[in-house]
């Protein structure tokens, strides 16, 4: 079986749910740069355009077990 790159919700390096770090992962840079451009795009479209962006990733995003076949 291939080892092909997934996005998934952290469950060792999360926050709230997870999002940040799994994007972080996924593209190999450290979650916090993550959380903090997020957190600055959140403010600069709007609080709740942001808020609503980040639960629909924390739905849609499989958690990191599921991904990996431990779950």
């Known amino acids: 079986m291939t080892n092909a790159?997934?996005?998934?919700?952290?469950r060792t390096n999360k926050k709230?749910?997870?999002v940040c770090a799994g994007i972080g992962d996924y593209f190999n840079i450290?979650?916090?740069?993550?959380r903090v451009a997020f957190?600055?795009?959140?403010?600069i479209?709007?609080?709740?355009?942001?808020?609503?962006?980040?639960?629909v990733l924390a739905l849609i995003i499989p958690e990191e077990d599921e991904v990996?076949?431990?779950g």
């Open 39 to 43: 957190v600055l795009l959140a403010f």
């Open 30 to 34: 450290d979650p916090t740069v993550v």
């Open 5 to 10: 790159k997934r996005l998934y919700r952290s």
């Open 68 to 70: 990996k076949g431990h």
């Open 45 to 55: 479209s709007g609080i709740i355009p942001g808020i609503l962006a980040y639960i």
């Open 16 to 18: 709230i749910s997870g």
